[in-house]
């Protein structure tokens, strides 16, 4: 099943943990399956291409912390924009992006207010079905990415917009198990020349990039005319502003291509993570009822019914806030983490880490890390609650990773996943003719896991 590669023991660590026993998939360009127990650190070799990669909490934060402060490595191209750079180009977007993101609401009140009316669109869609069943996947991407589009582009979409419908069908095919498992990028990280001229599945997934791209750049033009640089609203204006402070600096990075793939980066990161979350929520909530009935009754008594939810009732609501922590940690959606890479070549756990080696900081093994969570197969919302049914942190909650690339949309993700999950909860509640039979059972998608097709094992009916 490895296709010729090589998986090889690092030297064993001084205390080895039980949480390696878990099943890692990764998704190569052949079926690999990594499913026994190999310690915290092991090493896969690619012909002469070695890729590490680290499990359970005590490794993978301590790694992650202070020694992984770089992106891609041996086995992705390093890209323009946020996600795929490194050294001057990304520590410039990454401080840039965060500030304006912070100045165009994250964590502040407007946005909040922007989430709850897009809630309340969501809901009339919602009731539109008349109770019959159906699939909410793109009810949901369509509500969650108009939150990203409000700070990328200062705008939301009609729902039905021909634009907006072109924008989230691209992103919907470049999210497929075959347009982004890993093979793809890969290949063309490792053969880029050869791969342009080979058919495949990573084809489509640069021609739709390009087209969104375009599209984008129209978005770009259009604020251009409209710039008034004393009152940036949105981050394209924040980028196109700074570009013109930049002008005579032959080396700045706030150039156009680094515009559009950050602004698409954004798009991308701050839409799939949080629908597929959505969408997976709502499948436990079915295969849960008690849990669902605890929510509301929660709700109910902190909330009301007069009253849409906001973040201020979150304190006041642990048991909710339990669930959707519990939601993120159990559905685990970025399994194998985002690939790091050492900037330098790199002593670790006494063994050293070659310059530009690519590194998975295995998020998966973290959040059911059995030394950190009691079953940590299950779901159960008692991982984050204390013995008076009050919020309990717990350390390895890590699914926006951590250190220095840790998520920069965290703080807009909780948020987002709060008032949405509130909204829907306070006024619907939801019945399958599969109900507890539901499997929940994610389905791997490159880098990621989406929820089973609702569609597939019975619908929704509201
Ligand atoms: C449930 C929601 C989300 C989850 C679980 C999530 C998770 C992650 C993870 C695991 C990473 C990789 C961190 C690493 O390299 O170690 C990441 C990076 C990133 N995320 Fe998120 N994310 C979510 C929502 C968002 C949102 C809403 C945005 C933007 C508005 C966003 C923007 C980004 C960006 C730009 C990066 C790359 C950061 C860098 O390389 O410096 N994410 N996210």
Redesign the pocket.
């Known amino acids: 099943a490895w296709g010729g590669a090589k998986l090889l023991r690092t030297p064993p660590h001084p205390t080895p943990t039980p949480h390696t026993h878990r099943s890692i998939p990764l998704l190569f360009p052949f079926p690999a399956q990594i499913s026994k127990t190999y310690g915290p650190v092991f090493t896969i070799y690619l012909g002469s291409l070695r890729v590490v990669v680290l499990c359970g909490y005590e490794t993978v934060k301590a790694a992650?912390v202070d020694q992984?402060p770089g992106?891609g490595g041996s086995l992705f191209p390093v890209y323009p924009g946020?996600?795929?750079?490194n050294g001057e180009t990304?520590s410039q977007?990454?401080r840039f992006?965060l500030s304006t993101?912070r100045n165009f609401g994250?964590g502040k009140r407007s946005i909040e207010e922007r989430i709850q009316e897009e809630a309340q669109c969501l809901l009339e869609e919602f009731r539109k079905t008349k109770g019959s069943p159906f699939d909410p996947t793109f009810f949901l991407r369509r509500s969650?990415s108009n939150?990203?589009c409000f700070?990328?582009f200062g705008e939301r979409f009609d729902y039905d917009d021909a634009e907006f419908q072109t924008l989230l069908r691209l992103l919907n095919e470049n999210s497929t198990p075959t347009a982004c498992s890993l093979s793809g990028p890969q290949l063309y990280g490792l053969f880029p020349h050869l791969m342009k001229h080979l058919p495949g599945p990573h084809n489509k997934l640069f021609e739709n990039f390009e087209e969104q791209k375009r599209y984008v750049a129209e978005m770009v033009q259009k604020h251009e005319a409209t710039l008034e640089p004393a009152s940036p609203k949105d981050y394209i204006d924040a980028f196109l502003i700074r570009m013109q402070q930049e002008k005579g600096n032959p080396r700045t990075i706030f150039h156009q291509e680094n515009l559009l793939v950050?602004a698409l980066?954004?798009?991308?990161?701050?839409?799939e993570?949080?629908s597929?979350?959505l969408k997976y929520g709502l499948l436990i909530f079915l295969k849960y009822p008690c849990v669902t009935r605890t929510m509301q009754e929660e709700l109910d008594r902190v909330v009301g019914r007069d009253r849409v939810p906001s973040m201020e009732d979150r304190m006041r609501m642990p048991y909710t806030d339990a669930v959707i922590q519990e939601i993120?940690r159990f559905i685990d959606?970025?399994p194998v983490?985002?690939?790091?890479s050492v900037t330098q070549d790199t002593h670790f756990r006494g063994f050293t880490i070659p310059k530009g080696t690519t590194v998975f900081?295995v998020?998966g093994s973290v959040l059911h890390d059995p030394t950190q969570f009691q079953e940590p197969e299950n779901f159960d919302p008692g991982n984050f609650l204390d013995e008076s049914g009050g919020f309990k942190k717990n350390v390895a909650f890590?699914?926006?990773?951590?250190?220095?690339?840790?998520?920069?949309?965290?703080g807009?993700?909780?948020m987002?996943?709060f008032l949405f999950f509130t909204t829907l909860l306070q006024t619907f509640t939801l019945s399958s003719p599969a109900n507890q039979e539901l499997d929940v059972t994610p389905e791997y998608s490159g880098f990621g896991k989406v929820p089973p097709l609702l569609l597939g094992s019975g619908s929704i009916l509201i």
Not at 265 to 271: E, I, N, Q, R, V
Not at 337 to 340: D, E, K, N, Q, Y
Not at 399 to 404: D, E, I, R, T, V
């Open positions: 992650l992984l992106r946020l996600f795929f750079s990304w977007l990454r992006s993101l994250m969650v939150i990203v700070v990328v950050s980066d954004l798009f991308f990161a701050g839409t993570t949080i597929n979350s993120q959606i970025t983490g985002v690939p790091h900081p998020l890590m699914p926006f990773s951590a250190g220095k690339r840790a998520c920069p949309g965290e807009l993700a909780r987002e996943l």
